[in-house]
């Protein structure tokens, strides 16, 4: 089975960038599109974006979308979540996620989870 972790999470100034990475160990991520998801405070977990599983595909939220960025190396299997301009309303838990089926912008269709980084974005 499959397992994700995810690091590289912390305090950033608002404006700032940070890198977020996923990391896949007991199992692959190549064969799967994976999905970035986060979750603000009193808020509930939504999808920032997804990645094909070749890279060629890449999909994000309208409110993040020219901000952030996903990526993947497949020999490494990790996925990253470029942050840049970041925003306030951007400090959330971000997880990652390996696709399974289903609606490709809902938390449902991803099966395997990381435990989440936190990000917070000051003043």
């Known amino acids: 089975q499959v397992q994700l972790r995810e690091s590289g999470g912390g305090l950033v100034q608002a404006g700032g960038s940070l890198r977020v990475t996923c990391t896949a160990s007991?199992?692959?991520?190549?064969?799967?599109?994976v999905g970035w998801f986060r979750q603000g405070p009193g808020k509930g977990r939504e999808s920032v974006g997804y990645i094909s599983r070749s890279g060629d595909t890449l999909y994000y939220v309208d409110s993040v979308k020219g901000r952030f960025a996903i990526s993947r190396d497949n020999a490494k299997n990790m996925v990253y979540l470029q942050m840049n301009s970041l925003k306030l309303e951007d400090t959330a838990v971000y997880y990652c996620?390996?696709?399974?089926?289903?609606?490709?912008?809902?938390?449902?269709?991803?099966?395997?989870w990381g435990q989440g980084t936190q990000v917070t974005v000051s003043s």
């Open positions: 007991g199992g692959s991520l190549s064969s799967n599109v």
């Open positions: 996620a390996r696709y399974e089926s289903g609606n490709f912008g809902v938390a449902s269709s991803y099966h395997y």
